[in-house]
């Protein structure tokens, strides 16, 4: 077992991380929300790897249209989630799901030619670390520390307590 000095740091720290990412995914489910113009075709559709077949696929009518409604909502659920902190672990989860189909879409393998990225990368890019990270907040949830959850554990506190 880890013995961690500063438990105090280290939940401030997952806090932090945790409203970045919540507000990265509501910032790009807001954005595709109200620009008439966005669709998701272009990224699947020049989509590479192993699963090129799959994304191809989804680019079909009327799958094109369930599918930009679909990562519209998960979008915003996951940044709702996390930055509320309530339902935190399955926003984490449904935002590891979506991070790892952006990364199957466009992996950063040496021999897969990079279409439709920024940078350069080499095995991980920002998607996989992003997923990581929600891993992580999956396993640590930090709303009891910050956000709705820690307010509907306070009113309970209050209840209880004035009960007895």
């Known amino acids: 077992m880890i013995s961690i000095k500063?438990?105090?740091h280290l939940m401030n720290s997952l806090v932090i991380?945790?409203?970045f990412i919540g507000w990265h995914f509501l910032y790009e489910g807001i954005i595709k929300l109200y620009d008439p113009d966005w669709t998701s075709f272009g990224?699947?559709?020049?989509?590479?790897?192993p699963f090129r077949s799959i994304f191809l696929w989804m680019t079909n009518e009327p799958l094109i249209g369930i599918a930009d409604w679909m990562n519209i909502i998960v979008l915003i659920f996951v940044g709702l989630?996390?930055?509320?902190?309530?339902?935190e672990k399955w926003g984490a989860l449904a935002a590891i799901v979506l991070l790892a189909l952006y990364y199957l879409a466009h992996p950063s393998f040496p021999w897969v030619t990079q279409?439709?990225?920024?940078g350069s990368y080499w095995f991980?890019?920002?998607?996989?670390?992003?997923?990581?990270?929600?891993?992580?907040i999956y396993q640590i949830p930090t709303g009891q520390y910050?956000?709705?959850?820690?307010?509907?554990?306070?009113?309970?506190?209050?209840?209880?307590?004035?009960?007895?």
């Open 81 to 87: 989630s996390l930055i509320l902190g309530i339902f």
């Open 43 to 49: 990224y699947l559709a020049s989509a590479q790897g």
């Open 115 to 118: 279409l439709n990225v920024e």
């Open 124 to 136: 991980i890019n920002k998607n996989l670390i992003e997923l990581i990270a929600c891993v992580v």
């Open 146 to 164: 910050f956000g709705i959850k820690r307010l509907f554990a306070k009113s309970e506190e209050l209840t209880k307590t004035e009960t007895l």
């Open 17 to 19: 991380l945790r409203l």
């Open 6 to 8: 500063n438990e105090k």
